[in-house]
T-cell receptor, first 107, second 121 residues
Framework: DIQMTQSPSSLSASVGDRVTITCRAS??????LNWYQQEPGKAPKLLIY???SLQSGVPSRFSGSGSGADFTLAISSLQPEDSATYYC?????????FGGGTKVEIK | QLQLQESGPGLVKPSETLSLTCTVS??????????WDWIRQPPGKGLEWIGN???????DYNPSLKSRVTISVEKSKNKFSLKLSSVTAADTAVYYC?????????????WGRGTLITVSS
C-alpha cells in the first residue's frame, strides 16, 4: 500500500495568514493527488484534484502543487470558514489511501 | 446532478454482518462511467477506502478488509450495497458512499452525507 503522510497534524493561524500543508507519499504517485476539506459532522469536500487543479466552486485562495512524492496545499489568505480538517488522497493505485489529516484552527 | 444517500441500521452486534445501502439519484447505477465506492471514518480518526464496484459487477476491495467485504449493485432500485461480515468494535465508524468517474486517477467528487454505524452488544 502507498502510505500518505501529512504534516503538520494540526495548526493554528490568524485570519489573513498564508497556510501550507504538506503531504508525502511513500513512493512516486506522479500527479495523482487530491485534497479534501472536512468540516465537523460533514462529508469530505473535494478542493483540489490532480495535484493542482481547482475543483469547480472552490475559492481561488486554495491552491495545490507538487508531483512525484511531495505535495503542498496552500491557503493564501485564511478565512474563518476555512476552519476544518484537510486530507490528501492518492488516486495512483488501489488500495486508495488518505493522509492522516491536518486540523486547521483559527486563532 | 449526481446525489448519493446512505442508509443502514445504526447499531450492529459484534460478530454479525453490517449491511448498508447507497441510493443514487441523478444518474444510473448501471452507467459505465462511474466507480461506486465505500469509505469509512472511525470517530475522531481518518478516512479508509473500503472498496468499489463498477460495470454493474466488477469489484475492487481494500486487501485489509477483502476477506469480510462484499459490494453489490441493485439495478432495479438504483442502489449499491456494502456487506461487512464478522464485525467488531473496530468497525464502528461513519460509512460514506461516494462516486468518481472511471477515467485515470480521478478523485471522489460526490459523497453521501454518511451514516454512523456502532458495533455494540
Amino acid at each position: 500500500d502507498i502510505q500518505m503522510t501529512q504534516s503538520p497534524s494540526s495548526l493554528s493561524a490568524s485570519v489573513g495568514d498564508r497556510v501550507t500543508i504538506t503531504c508525502r507519499a511513500s513512493q512516486s504517485i506522479s500527479s495523482n493527488l487530491n485534497w479534501y476539506q472536512q468540516e465537523p459532522g460533514k462529508a469530505p469536500k473535494l478542493l483540489i484534484y490532480a495535484a493542482s487543479s481547482l475543483q469547480s466552486g472552490v475559492p481561488s485562495r486554495f491552491s495545490g502543487s507538487g508531483s512525484g512524492a511531495d505535495f503542498t496545499l496552500a491557503i493564501s489568505s485564511l478565512q474563518p470558514e476555512d476552519s476544518a480538517t484537510y486530507y490528501c488522497q492518492q488516486s495512483y493505485t488501489t488500495p486508495l489511501t488518505f493522509g492522516g489529516g491536518t486540523k486547521v484552527e483559527i486563532k | 446532478q449526481l446525489q448519493l444517500q446512505e442508509s443502514g441500521p445504526g447499531l450492529v452486534k459484534p460478530s454479525e454482518t453490517l449491511s448498508l445501502t447507497c441510493t443514487v439519484s441523478g444518474g444510473s447505477i448501471t452507467s459505465s462511467i462511474y466507480y461506486w465506492d465505500w469509505i469509512r471514518q472511525p470517530p475522531g480518526k481518518g478516512l479508509e477506502w473500503i472498496g468499489n464496484i463498477y460495470n454493474s459487477g466488477s469489484t475492487d476491495y481494500n486487501p485489509s478488509l477483502k476477506s469480510r467485504v462484499t459490494i453489490s449493485v441493485e439495478k432495479s432500485k438504483n442502489k449499491f450495497s456494502l456487506k461487512l461480515s464478522s464485525v467488531t468494535a473496530a468497525d464502528t465508524a461513519v460509512y460514506y458512499c461516494a462516486s468518481r468517474l472511471r477515467t485515470t486517477a480521478t478523485p471522489f467528487d460526490r459523497w453521501g452525507r454518511g451514516t454512523l454505524i456502532t458495533v455494540s452488544s
